[in-house]
């Protein structure tokens, strides 16, 4: 209820500032103008087929950027001469934009599906890399040392203690990684190719049609919450109560 009525209260802010006319409305639309939009959008298909193209290529970087990254980070988080180079170009990569990968991705692989792919790999890797180092590297000694005192050693040591306990970060990765994956897919195919929403955002910037730009904003922030509500939060609580760490 309290999200409904925050939400109202938005769209009742947009409507007014919309009515003060500070822009034109072909550059500041209304909400109702945005929803007729997203409901022609949606009804003739043309975002639903978008919808379709980008969410294969962000599901197939997004699962590969946290295979690579949780390997990454066990490497990192394995010894110290790792953490202090591998885990420094890590962090020094964290800081480029995944966007500024674009020019490489295409001369590396032309324009097509698999420069997209790669800068939306690269776009959610580095936070699981961290994320899984430091979940690792942060897992209380007293759990190692009781599990050893039970004669827990080796492989068992690392994948039934050391592992669960770093859970809450991967976790944490996980959903940085697919905000990161969704900003880095956008980048790519505003500048790349492909029939995806980055293609319609483009097109309707443009064309300087802010309701499309506006629209397409609305999809992602809306899969971005429903992903968030229906997968993640749901994870994360389940193991917090599963370790005792909640309220």
């Not at 110290?80 to 962090?91: F, P, S």
């Not at 900003?183 to 309707?204: F, V």
């Not at 904003?217 to 899969?223: D, E, G, K, N, P």
């Not at 997968?231 to 994360?236: A, G, M, R, S, V």
């Amino acid at each position: 209820m309290k999200k409904v009525l925050f939400l109202g209260i938005l769209i009742a802010i947009w409507e007014v500032i919309y009515k003060l006319q500070i822009w034109p409305s072909i550059l500041f639309p209304s909400p109702i103008q945005v929803g007729e939009t997203l409901y022609t959008g949606i009804i003739d298909g043309s975002f639903i087929i978008a919808l379709g193209h980008s969410f294969k290529r962000l599901l197939i970087g997004y699962g590969l950027a946290l295979i690579i990254g949780t390997i990454l980070g066990l490497i990192i988080a394995s010894s110290k001469l790792m953490d202090e180079t591998l885990g420094a170009l890590v962090l020094a990569l964290q800081s480029v934009p995944s966007i500024v990968w674009l020019p490489l991705a295409i001369l590396w692989f032309g324009m097509g599906e698999s420069a997209i792919i790669f800068v939306v790999i690269l776009g959610g890797t580095w936070n699981m890399v961290i994320n899984a180092s430091t979940g690792i590297k942060n897992v209380h000694p007293l759990l190692i040392k009781a599990a050893k005192t039970m004669g827990v050693k080796g492989y068992n040591l690392f994948f039934k203690v050391t592992i669960p306990a770093a859970i809450p970060h991967l976790i944490t990765g996980m959903r940085l990684s697919w905000a990161f994956c969704w900003r880095a897919l956008m980048a790519g195919e505003l500048l790349g190719s492909g029939n995806g929403l980055g293609q319609i955002l483009m097109w309707g910037r443009e064309m300087g049609n802010m309701s499309i730009v506006i629209s397409i904003m609305i999809i992602i922030a809306s899969l971005g919450s429903l992903t968030d509500s229906i997968i993640f939060k749901p994870l994360e609580d389940k193991v917090l109560e599963r370790w005792g760490l909640t309220n």
